[in-house]
């Protein structure tokens, strides 16, 4: 077992080496991150467009139930899928446990009510009679709330980037959908458990590094995000 000391130097020459299967893990935790994120975006931005200006039974509930997501942890979301895509379970035959169709089902999952929560607040801060501005110049509903997306368009980035945050990150529902198999569906965290379970800890402190690197880039970005935000009801006068 290696010391402290001399795994964390290990580790930064596996981050400086360009070691092939420490950024293995990483291209494939961002690849299927990303993808969960693409699929997330759509429904959740129109989720929360229709509950910020439709009117319709149900949408209290609705709100409710995303805003009740948001602190569902990530294990949850993961045995939930995980009983659906058992081979006994409804969806078994699909045969998608423990692959990475199965893994970004799960971070889908988990993304989708930050994005809507997020982006609904957002829409909730526009001015009503911007809506009714938009339809009295002529504009459809779908080209109304595109153009009011538009005007909070830094805090839905937010979102989306708090989201991609949360899914890159999560271990839990990763552990459970994918099963950690070396080359197919270990991502950063799973890597990260099995490597300091075993007392292997240059790779684990280096896939911490990069979780880190990244945390510090996404809060940097989102305190940009906010500050533009702040700053665009003055540009807009």
Do not use: C
């Not at 935790?29 to 969960?36: G, I, K, N, Q, Y």
């Amino acid at each position: 077992m290696e010391s402290l000391n001399q795994a964390s130097l290990h580790a930064i020459e596996l981050l400086l080496s360009g070691d092939p299967a420490l950024w293995e893990i990483v291209g494939l935790s961002f690849r299927v991150s990303l993808t969960a994120l693409l699929i997330a975006i759509p429904p959740g931005l129109l989720l929360a467009a229709l509950l910020a200006f439709a009117r319709f039974p149900g949408r209290r509930l609705l709100l409710s139930l995303f805003h009740t997501l948001l602190a569902v942890p990530a294990v949850v979301v993961g045995l939930t899928l995980y009983l659906l895509l058992s081979r006994a379970g409804p969806l078994g035959e699909w045969r998608l446990l423990f692959t990475q169709s199965a893994m970004i089902a799960g971070q889908t999952m988990l993304a989708l009510p930050i994005i809507v929560s997020m982006a609904y607040s957002a829409l909730q801060e526009i001015d009503p009679r911007a809506w009714e501005t938009a339809r009295t110049l002529g504009h459809g509903p779908q080209h109304t709330a595109w153009v009011l997306m538009g005007e909070v368009r830094y805090v839905l980035l937010a979102a989306v980037i708090a989201a991609f945050g949360r899914i890159i990150a999560e271990v839990g529902a990763a552990m459970m959908l994918g099963g950690n198999i070396l080359g197919y569906t270990r991502n950063i965290t799973t890597a990260i458990a099995l490597e300091t379970s075993k007392g292997a800890y240059a790779q684990g402190i280096a896939l911490g590094l990069v979780l880190l690197i990244l945390a510090f880039a996404l809060n940097t970005t989102l305190h940009w995000m906010q500050g533009r935000s702040r700053l665009q009801p003055e540009l807009l006068t």
